[in-house]
């Protein structure tokens, strides 16, 4: 056993002392040399884009004369790619590999062969067969951008009702999105909407890497209002960009159908403030009271409008007016339902408050000033008894009820 031992240690040093050998041997004599593992030499070109044109020229390797003789190109497992899309050409009296591209690489940077580099191999032996030098071309792939953004479907739909809030993820709308390109900015994804679309993508950015399928959710960017709405149909055309700009961005379309659904939310509203009637006399009128400036209506904004439910309440502490108005649940006509009494007429007018409700509970108020007729006057008769003057005598005047005298004065005579 010992001597096995050591018979394997020589081995060992034997073959490193022959790599150290051929690492010296082939050093320095290719150019360009990027590294030297052993007796392999490493040559690293430069990144060649997918989209590099056949026949272009990617590299050229050249060596020393008078010591290599003309290589053999090697077919390992790992160079299959390499010699399917590159081609190699010795010109070996001129001492150069030249290496151009075979055929299109568009698409294998790409899922799902993902290829990052090609790679070709030829071993060169010495021309006294003293050592094998292997020269090993990496040619690394830059991704471009040029595969299209895509979705599972071309259009989707979605019903929201109208009061639903801009917050919200909106449920039921899903689109699914994948781009395989083979590196960002190539895969990363945006939504974007034409004009007037209220929604949005709820991410400015979303990354498919590796062929990711990436699940794109929405939200509304303003408020809707089925009430207001010519269609209650909207039609939202979305584009589905990449980031990628080499050569160009890409992009694809889908559309979104929005049914928008109504909802009880607008309040039924009065037209004016205080509405206003005469009364012209105690006794209940026949029909309806008229009412100004318009009619006592509420009017509700949803569509189809809301049924309406019309009640009056007096505004004052005293209830019992109650009793002698009322008003209809349904058309809010008026009505005097007792004859007034004179008592009641104290006050110029009586206010009742009017309350609409529609069907979702919303409610509205206004005033309605019943102006009262005006209470009737009295008037106190006085008696007086005439009273006849007679003439008795020239120059007297004698009362014939007298109840005062009075005498006639005469001038006085003056004696000069």
């Known amino acids: 056993m010992p001597g096995v031992h050591r018979g394997l240690l ?8 022959t790599s150290d050998e051929a690492e010296e041997s082939c050093k320095g ?33 050249t060596w020393k004369d008078n010591i290599l003789g003309e290589p053999d190109q090697n077919t390992g497992t790992d160079t299959i790619q390499g010699r399917e899309y590159l081609q190699p050409t010795v010109d070996f009296d001129g001492l150069s590999l030249t290496t151009t591209v075979k055929k299109s690489m568009r698409g294998l940077p790409d899922f799902p062969t993902n290829v990052t580099d090609l790679v070709l191999q030829y071993d060169f032996p010495a021309l006294d067969d003293s050592f094998v030098c292997t020269i090993r071309m990496i040619f690394p792939l830059e991704d471009q951008n040029t595969q ?5 479907s071309d259009t989707y739909s979605v019903s929201v009702r109208e009061d639903f809030p801009k917050q919200l993820t909106i449920p039921n709308l899903q689109v699914q999105a994948t781009d395989y390109d083979g590196s960002a900015p190539n895969n990363e994804l945006s939504v974007s909407f034409e004009d007037g679309c209220p929604i949005k993508a709820e991410e400015d950015t979303y990354d498919a890497a590796g062929a990711a399928t990436v699940v794109i959710t929405f939200s509304l960017t303003q408020d809707l209002d089925y009430d207001v709405m010519d269609n209650p149909t909207l039609e939202c055309q979305a584009t589905l960009s990449d980031h990628g700009t080499d050569p160009e961005r890409l992009s694809s379309t889908f559309s979104i159908t929005i049914n928008v659904e109504s909802f009880p939310d607008e309040m039924p509203v009065f037209e004016e403030p205080i509405y206003s009637t005469v009364l012209e006399q105690l006794e209940a009128p026949d029909g309806v009271l008229e009412i100004t400036p318009s009619a006592l209506l509420a009017v509700d904004g949803d569509v189809p409008p809301d049924s309406i439910t019309y009640t ?13 108005f009322s008003i209809d649940e349904q058309t809010a006509e008026v009505s005097q339902t007792k004859d007034l009494t004179e008592d009641l007429l104290t006050d110029y007018s009586v206010n009742f408050v009017v309350t609409a409700t529609d069907s979702s509970g919303d409610i509205d108020t206004t005033i309605l000033e019943i102006v ?20 008795e005598s020239e120059g007297t005047t004698t009362a014939e009820n007298p109840t005062e005298t009075t005498d006639e004065i005469l001038p006085s005579t003056i004696t000069e």
């Open 10 to 17: 020589l081995l060992a040093a034997l073959l490193l002392a």
């Open 29 to 61: 004599l290719f150019s360009p040399e990027t590294s030297l593992i052993g007796n392999i030499v490493v040559i690293k070109a430069e990144y060649t884009g997918e989209l590099t044109s056949v026949d272009e020229l990617l590299l050229t390797v």
């Open 148 to 152: 299209s953004p895509s979705t599972t």
């Open 312 to 324: 009056m309440l007096p505004n004052t502490p005293d209830d019992s007016w109650e009793k002698y």
């Open 372 to 391: 009262l007729p005006p209470a009737p006057t009295t008037t106190t008769e006085s008696s007086t008894t005439p009273t006849t003057l007679t003439q």
